[in-house]
């Protein structure tokens, strides 16, 4: 698998920025050469902790830009690397070493759970989290014949400062979910892709 240092050698990509997003996607496309891009993980999000009777156009505007159109275009420029990387992979199937889009989801966006809504609404965030399902799902249907596995990845209520918006101390470490996600990913095939699975591997309701 090709792995790229980012913030040692590409900079960073404004999601919410089609110009960035095109100019990293260059970066990305001259630092790996002739080679192709094995995995791209769609990880940036944002969070407006309010509840439904405070929401607002522009927070829904935002927040749905970050976190379902930003990973449709970084889909989208990336797209020509992920090919490049399929084809010149060996064998049949779908998996992440050979060419993967994962999108960091939550479960905050599962339709049929609607975890955590007694905590805190937020829900222009769980709104963009369903749609970036529906992204994956449908990038999933697009994307299999060029060999590139999709799927949408729950990491956890994590420790972060995300996690952490709603005031409450999240029960899941950084550590725990990276290193969950990294075994996840390792066995993802093309059973899995255009699913909906958390850190753990465990299937999450729409």
Known sequence: MTKVPWELHLGAAEVANPTSIKAAAAKVGEYLGGSGLNLLINNAGMIKSKMLDAETLEDMTETYTTNAAGPLLMGQAFLPLLKKAAQGSPGSGLSCSKAAIVNISSIAGSIECCFGWELIQNASYRISKAALNMLSKCQSLAYKEHGILCVALHPG??????????????????????????????????????????????????
């Open 157 to 206: 209520w994590v420790q972060t400062e995300l996690g952490g918006a709603a005031g409450h101390t999240p029960p899941t470490t950084v550590d725990d979910s990276v290193q969950g996600m990294l075994k996840v990913l390792s066995s993802l095939s093309e059973k899995e892709t255009g699913a909906f699975l958390d850190w753990e591997g465990k299937v999450v309701p729409w």
